[in-house]
């Protein structure tokens, strides 16, 4: 029994391989600041498209890039009332004589 027995290292707990002539992947060290004063860096591939802000690893807020890189804005709609999509369909005259019919048949029913 004792002949089988693996000595001296714990099974799974290392790697025996040999980091020479292992050629890494380019990497990019991306630094970050805190509104909290907090300034870490973070590791990216070149390839990877850099985030603009990223989650402080000691407090938790929103920080943003060191470089000074922010977002682009965003197009944003404006927002389409009722009355906007009426217009697009109707003239005013349009409505003016949609509105008179109405009362007319509500006065009617009066």
């Known amino acids: 029994m004792a002949d089988r027995a693996l000595r001296g290292s714990g099974l799974g707990s290392r790697s025996f391989e040999d980091e020479t002539g292992v050629e890494f992947a380019p990497r990019l060290e991306v630094a970050f600041d805190c509104p909290m ?20 690893q000691k ?6 890039r060191s470089d ?4 682009e804005g965003k197009d ?8 906007d999509m009426l217009r697009e369909r109707r003239t005013i005259p349009e409505l003016e004589e949609l509105m008179a019919e109405r009362l007319e ?6």
């Open 37 to 56: 004063g907090h300034h870490f860096t973070v590791m990216f591939s070149e390839e990877a498209d850099l985030p603009v802000e990223w989650e402080c």
């Open 59 to 64: 407090c938790g807020k929103i920080a943003l």
């Open 68 to 71: 000074g890189t922010r977002a």
């Open 76 to 83: 944003v709609k404006p927002v389409r009332t009722h009355y």
């Open 105 to 110: 048949l509500l006065r009617k029913q009066d």
